[in-house]
Structure formats: structure tokens, C-alpha cells
């Protein structure tokens, strides 16, 4: 078992006292055809444990934690309410330039939890200024981290 599944595990529980569900798993097909479409699309490999992630949870919001799904979701329970879509996401925030060498995860407002392609390391890095505030060398860490401060 991945350490951030406990803490998924915790969130639903966690959520279930308010009525809130988790995301629901992404298929397999689904997730090899997201694969394949960003790996074209922002010209890059998407780490299998970011896909291993979205067969667990296709997505999550959760206190102010935006981990992106496959594509642009409804928020299970919520019929306004959606979490952004991981291409669309990183082309959005890539139009700039200065994003170019990452790829986002995952933000909060405040951070994104990424992937440094150049350097192959997963970083926490304010929106503001991009200052990197932590560094990480698997996913799994990277998330469980993100996850633990928003528990």
C-alpha cells in the first residue's frame, strides 16, 4: 500500500461525516488514453505514479488541496462545482513560459506540487515568485506531503 492511500482513506472517512465522497477511481482504458493524450500533448511522459494515483482517485478537493483529474470533473455531490484537468491545467499555466519545465500536479493557492523535467525532481514551489519550498524524489512523496498538510 502506498502511505497516501492511508491518508485518502482518512479524507473519505473524514468526508463522510459531511456527506462528501471521494472521487471515483479512474478506469484503466481512461487512464491509457489520458496517458497518451498528454504525453502528445505537453510533450512529455506522465509518471506512472501519477496515473497510479488517478486509478485510486481520478481527482481531489479537499480543503483547499486541488489534485487535477484526468480531465475537467464534476465534484462528486456538487453540481457547480469541478476540479481542472491535468492538460488543460498545465497548458493553461504553461502559456506564460515560466512553467514550461514543470509539470503540475497538484495546488493549493498558495504552492503547486510539480515535476521539474529538466532536473527529474518533484517540487513544492510558491504560485507567487516560484520559489522552490521543497523537494522530493518520487511522486508518492511528493502527494503524501501535499495530502498530510491538508488533512
Known amino acids: 500500500m502506498k502511505p497516501y492511500q492511508s491518508l485518502l482513506a482518512q479524507i473519505a472517512e473524514m468526508g463522510a461525516t459531511y456527506g462528501v465522497a471521494l472521487q471515483p477511481a479512474g478506469t484503466l482504458p481512461k487512464i491509457g488514453a489520458f496517458r497518451n493524450e498528454a504525453s502528445a500533448r505537453l510533450s512529455c511522459s506522465i509518471p506512472e505514479d501519477y496515473c ?4 485510486i482517485a481520478d481527482g481531489l478537493d479537499w480543503n483547499g488541496l486541488v489534485i487535477y483529474a484526468s480531465e475537467r470533473t464534476r465534484i462528486v455531490g456538487c453540481s ?27 495546488e493549493d493557492g498558495t504552492v503547486f506540487y510539480a ?37
Do not use: C, K, P, W
Open 115 to 151: 515535476l521539474n523535467l529538466s532536473e527529474q525532481s518533484y517540487r513544492v514551489i510558491l504560485m507567487v515568485g516560484l520559489t522552490v519550498l521543497d523537494t522530493f524524489s518520487t511522486f508518492d512523496e511528493l502527494i503524501t506531503t501535499a495530502l498530510q498538510e491538508h488533512l
Open 52 to 55: 497510479e494515483f488517478l486509478a
Open 80 to 106: 457547480d462545482r469541478f476540479i481542472e484537468g491535468f492538460i488543460q491545467a498545465n497548458l493553461d499555466y504553461r502559456e506564460s513560459g515560466v512553467l514550461d519545465q514543470y509539470l503540475l500536479f497538484a
